[in-house]
């Protein structure tokens, strides 16, 4: 049984930054690819980022790149998302989730069904 639980949400200004967290239990978190992805109200929930099993590449929306980095401690279990320069349409509900690959296509990495695993959320807020 895979669990992921995302923490470091929060209100933050534009402008602002804020590291999200996500903790994996349950699977060998090393060896599979991890995503971040989101949902603002009343949209579809969106790729933001993810990156290989072992941290060797990343891949952005075109939204957050040069913005966001996302990176990995194997040794810890634990996914993160550092957000920069937060603009108020980040605002939405961030998912971490977990794949069943070690390398996801390059040409899609944001397709859900790559995806097997998915945490509860956790709320951003942008202010402007």
């Known amino acids: 049984q895979v669990q992921l639980v995302e923490s470091g949400g929060g209100l933050v200004q534009a402008g602002g930054s804020l590291r999200l967290s996500c903790a994996a239990s349950?699977?060998?978190?090393?060896?599979?690819?991890m995503g971040w992805f989101r949902q603002a109200p009343g949209k579809e929930r969106e790729f933001v980022a993810a990156?290989?099993?072992?941290?060797?590449?990343?891949y952005y929306a075109d939204s957050v790149k040069g913005r966001f980095s996302v990176s990995r401690d194997n040794a810890k279990n634990t996914l993160y998302l550092q957000m920069n320069s937060l603009k108020p349409e980040d605002t939405a509900v961030y998912y971490c989730?977990?794949?069943?690959?070690?390398?996801?296509?390059?040409?899609?990495?944001?397709?859900?069904?790559?995806?097997?695993?998915w945490g509860q959320g956790t709320q951003v807020t942008v202010s402007s």
């Open positions: 349950g699977r060998a978190f090393s060896s599979y690819t």
């Open positions: 989730a977990q794949s069943s690959l070690r390398f996801i296509p390059a040409r899609a990495p944001g397709i859900e069904t790559y995806y097997n695993y």
């Open positions: 990156i290989t099993w072992n941290g060797g590449t990343t």
